[in-house]
């Protein structure tokens, strides 16, 4: 495939610098240079140890965010299979985009203890570094998600009342089509809030432009394309990918809800319009909403949040089509709109709210569907990605 046209646009500048550097609240080290066990050495600065199966980062910020030099480092190709493992004190905090970077390198955040280590996410207790990256095991009378029982930890203090929005289109692999679109639309309609600054490393350094954007993602084509978005109570993760279909943006989307749990079912029933309204528009494959408790800043700390509710599901026309599905197949006790264009269906769910959970009805409709259950904790939950 000859990938996403990139010739038919002058590229031009960035209205913002990019002001490469160390993040002064991300994590810092001298310049440090191993040798794995096929010979290779290893040279960067925030290489804190390598082990058999682990390349060690240490911070001890309270913020850690994905500083120029940490978002080259997660993109280096896995050596000898190891993999990332963030160290940090239980006083740390990760921001969205370090999260995402970390995950989608096939990382883990392990938080210390007088006794060895736990997972950021999942709390469960490892006693040596190379154990925090062994598969969860579940033997008789430990739980099902870890080698160990979960830690007790500090429960986090509901602070916000957030909406995490997880969205995939298909645009055309057109001289025209421009990036942002859905993500302005979505964080408008729960809050009435725009992204302001965007860029790959953190701190932001772009102000928002969707053209800018779009030109800078033309030009890394056919490479995938990610950015960091933030706003006024917003938070996103874009990425952008050329397919045999055309181009594939996903959005992770942490928008503040007004008027906290009070404010909540009117926000959702915003977002559901605005999720209607994109399907007539745009070409959405999929979307799943979370209501949560959340942190002011939108970061992650190692306590224990309550699991989020899912609230609304749309499945998209591309996914319609693919599945062969009609509204029939849906259990009588669902709650299905179908929205987007007439010849090209798609099908909205009304999931939970603010009184109930919509865990059952998620479940339900994914085995109508023939989609794998989610776990209540979260496990498939996308924007734990």
């Not at 994109?278 to 909403?289: D, E, H």
């Not at 609230?311 to 006790?333: K, Q, T």
Request: hydrophobic share 40%.
């Amino acid at each position: 495939m000859s990938g996403w046209p990139i010739r038919v646009w002058p590229l031009r500048r960035l209205t913002s610098s990019h002001r490469p550097g160390s993040d002064p609240a991300g994590p810092v080290a001298h310049v440090r240079e191993f040798t794995g066990r096929v010979g290779i050495p290893i040279r960067h600065p925030l290489i804190d140890e390598v082990t058999p199966h682990v390349v060690r980062i240490d911070s001890r910020a309270v913020v850690v965010r994905l500083s120029p030099p940490l978002a080259e480092l997660l993109a280096r190709p896995a050596l000898g299979g190891r993999r990332f493992v963030l160290v940090t004190p239980d006083t740390s905090r990760l921001t969205i985009g370090l999260r995402a970077a970390l995950v989608a390198a096939g990382g883990v955040w392990a938080v210390t203890m007088p006794t060895g280590f736990r997972d950021g996410i999942t709390r469960v207790e490892r006693a040596s570094i190379d154990d925090a990256v062994e598969p969860p095991v579940a033997p008789p009378g430990q739980e099902a998600d870890g080698s160990q029982p979960a830690a007790s930890r500090e429960q986090a203090v509901a602070e916000t009342t957030q909406l995490s929005i997880d969205v995939a289109l298909l645009h055309a692999e057109a001289h025209d089509t421009v990036l942002g679109g859905a993500l302005e639309a979505l964080a408008d309609a729960v809050s009435g809030t725009k992204p302001l600054v965007w860029g790959r490393t953190e701190p932001l350094d772009h102000v928002w432009d969707r053209w800018v954007l779009t030109q800078d993602a033309r030009h890394r084509a056919p490479v995938p394309s990610r950015i960091l978005v933030e706003g006024d109570r917003l938070s996103a993760a874009v990425t952008a990918r050329v397919s045999d279909d055309g181009i594939e943006e996903t959005i992770a989307l942490t928008v503040e809800v007004p008027g906290g749990i009070e404010g909540l079912d009117h926000a959702i029933d915003r977002l559901r319009a605005a999720l209607a309204e994109l399907s007539r528009r745009s070409t959405p494959t999929f979307a799943l909403v979370l209501a949560r408790i959340g942190e002011l800043d939108r970061c992650l700390r190692p306590v224990e949040y309550p699991p989020p509710n899912p609230v609304a599901l749309l499945i998209g026309a591309p996914s319609v089509a693919r599945l062969d599905l009609d509204s029939r197949d849906f259990a009588g006790e669902q709650d299905v709109v179908v929205v987007g264009r007439p010849a090209e269906p798609a099908y909205l769910l009304t999931l939970g709210s603010a009184a109930s959970s919509g865990w059952e009805r998620l479940n339900d409709a994914l085995n109508s569907v023939g989609g794998e259950p989610i776990d209540r904790r979260g496990r498939r939950d996308p924007h734990a990605p």
